[in-house]
């Protein structure tokens, strides 16, 4: 099975950058296709960006389009998360997740329940 790390969380002011980075062990990591979800407190967990088999092809929220860049590096199994211009709504415990397989719409990857992996999650907080 797929073993995913998070790491790259932590607390910064409105403005601010993260870079998170999610570690992956196991299977063939180069075919996966490679999302990051999002959970504040009380919500529900909600699709923030996804990366294919095809770097070339992403997805993103409107939320944190142009704020926020993922991004994958298959050499060391590892997909990353950019985050800029922070803001207080994006407070969130973010969680990286992979989806071995490989479908024709990018529309089936926004829901969790297209993912057969899950990282542990890391706490993203934005306050001033």
């Known amino acids: 099975q797929v073993h995913l790390v998070e790491t790259g969380g932590g607390r910064v002011q409105p403005g601010d950058s993260l870079k998170l980075s999610c570690v992956a062990s196991?299977?063939?990591?180069?075919?996966?296709?490679m999302a990051w979800f999002r959970q504040g407190p009380g919500k529900e967990r909600e699709f923030v960006s996804l990366?294919?088999?095809?770097?070339?092809?992403?997805r993103y929220i409107r939320s944190v389009e142009g704020r926020f860049t993922i991004s994958r590096d298959n050499a060391n199994n590892t997909v990353y998360l950019e985050m800029n211009s922070l803001r207080p709504k994006d407070t969130a415990i973010y969680y990286c997740a992979a989806s071995t397989a490989q479908r024709d719409n990018t529309d089936d990857y926004y829901g969790p329940l297209g993912y057969d992996y899950w990282g542990q999650g890391t706490q993203v907080t934005v306050s001033s």
């Open positions: 196991g299977g063939t990591f180069a075919d996966n296709a």
């Open positions: 990366i294919l088999w095809i770097p070339e092809i992403t």
